[in-house]
């Protein structure tokens, strides 16, 4: 059964680096042909699909959110990491790691980011 933890800091302040890391357990980041997907979900919006990274190391953003934020690995750990830089308090939302791209079958149980001073 793969499992997918999401974590990272509850609060960040406006302007600061967020970075949450995603520790898969069950299965690895590295088996083929396998995709790790970031998605949020503003308050009272819907869920945004952020990016992903493939089993491969290869990355693709949504071509909305591209420029914003950043999506990493760390294989030895079997974790995935996005960071965005700058934030706004628009970046505030529940912040989901799952495993897919369009088609999401496990998901983490979604982290909280609050961006405020």
């Known amino acids: 059964q793969v499992q997918l933890q999401e974590s990272g800091p509850g609060l960040v302040k406006p302007s600061q680096t967020l970075s949450l890391t995603c520790t898969v357990s069950?299965?690895?980041?590295?088996?083929?042909?396998?995709?790790w997907s970031w998605i949020r979900q503003p308050p009272g919006k819907g869920l945004e699909w952020i990016g992903y990274?493939?089993?491969?190391?290869?990355?693709y953003y949504s071509p909305s959110l591209k420029s914003r934020f950043s999506i990493s690995r760390d294989t030895s750990k079997n974790q995935f990491t996005l960071q965005l830089t700058s934030v706004t308090p628009e970046v505030t939302a529940v912040y989901y790691c799952?495993?897919?791209?369009?088609?999401?079958?496990?998901w983490g149980k979604g982290t909280l980011v609050t961006v405020s001073s």
């Open positions: 990274i493939a089993y491969s190391g290869s990355i």
């Open positions: 069950g299965g690895s980041i590295t088996t083929n042909y396998y995709y």
């Open positions: 799952a495993r897919g791209t369009t088609m999401l079958d496990y």
